[in-house]
C-alpha cells in the first residue's frame, strides 16, 4: 500500500472508520483532528451517542464500518440519525482491495481505504422497509418455532402411547389443543375428553370410537 498511496487521491479527507466488537469498538479519524486519533467506545446507547458527538466534533462526514454480526445496527441508526454517510462495508470486499495492511487497527485500516474512495457500501433500504423486513423475519421464525414445538408434543404424546395425532390430523387445531390442556389438567376419561371435540371436525367417527374405548381409536393413555 505504501508504493501506490503517493498515487492514490484522497476523495473522503474527512472519513472515519469503526471496528465495530461486541463490547468495544475502536474508531479511527483523521490525524490531528483531536488530540486522540484511535478511541475505544462502549456498546451502550449513551456511549454510541458520545461516539457521534467525538466524530462531529473531529469534523467527519462519512464513516465506514464492517457488517459484523448484528453489532453494526445500533451503530449504524444512531450514526445514521445523527446526519452521518454511513458505509456499511461487507468484510470480504474489504480483504479483497488492493494492498497491504501493515501493523495498523482495522478502523485505522478501514478508515484509510475509506478516505481513497475504495469501499463501497451494501445496500440498506429505507427504515419503513426495514421495519416491514423485521416483521417478516419474526414472523418466520415464530413458524418456524411453532412447528419445531408441535413436534415435541407428538413426540411427548407417543412416549405415552398418546396416539392423539393419529386420530386428528391436528393436533394445534381447536380439539386438539382442547384434548392437550384437559389431559394436562389431569383428565383422563376417554369419554370427556372426546367430548370435546369440535363440531367441524373431519375425525368425529374416530373420536366417537374413542369415546367408547374401542382399539380402533388407538389411543391409550396411562
Not at 382442547?178 to 373420536?207: P, Q, S, T
Request: net charge positive; with cysteine; charged share 20%.
Amino acid at each position: 500500500m505504501s508504493e501506490s498511496k503517493s498515487e492514490l487521491s484522497v476523495v473522503n479527507p474527512n472519513a472515519a472508520g469503526i471496528d465495530l466488537g461486541a463490547d468495544y469498538h475502536w474508531v479511527s479519524v483523521p490525524e490531528g483532528r483531536d488530540s486522540l486519533s484511535v478511541r475505544r467506545f462502549a456498546c451502550f446507547t449513551a456511549d454510541l451517542h458520545e461516539l457521534a458527538n467525538w466524530l462531529k466534533h473531529c469534523g467527519i462526514q462519512t464513516v465506514a464500518m464492517e457488517s459484523t454480526g448484528v453489532y453494526w445496527i445500533p451503530v449504524f441508526q444512531i450514526l445514521e440519525t445523527a446526519g452521518f454517510e454511513v458505509k456499511l462495508v461487507n468484510a470480504r470486499h474489504v480483504q479483497t482491495v488492493p494492498g497491504r495492511k501493515s501493523d495498523v487497527l482495522d478502523c485505522q485500516w478501514l478508515r484509510q481505504l475509506h478516505s481513497y474512495g475504495l469501499l463501497s457500501g451494501s445496500f440498506r433500504p429505507d427504515d419503513p422497509i426495514c421495519v416491514l423486513r423485521s416483521y417478516i423475519r419474526q414472523r418466520d421464525t415464530l413458524i418456524k418455532s411453532a412447528s419445531a414445538h408441535i413436534q415435541r408434543m407428538q413426540k411427548a404424546l407417543t412416549q405415552m402411547n398418546g396416539q392423539l395425532h393419529r386420530v386428528i390430523s391436528d393436533i394445534s387445531g381447536t380439539t386438539g389443543l382442547a384434548i392437550l390442556r384437559a389431559i394436562v389438567a389431569g383428565e383422563r376419561d376417554f369419554a370427556k375428553l372426546a367430548a370435546l371435540k369440535d363440531g367441524r371436525i373431519h375425525a368425529r367417527r374416530r373420536l366417537q370410537q374413542l369415546s367408547r374405548g374401542t382399539t380402533e381409536a388407538n389411543w391409550c393413555l396411562s
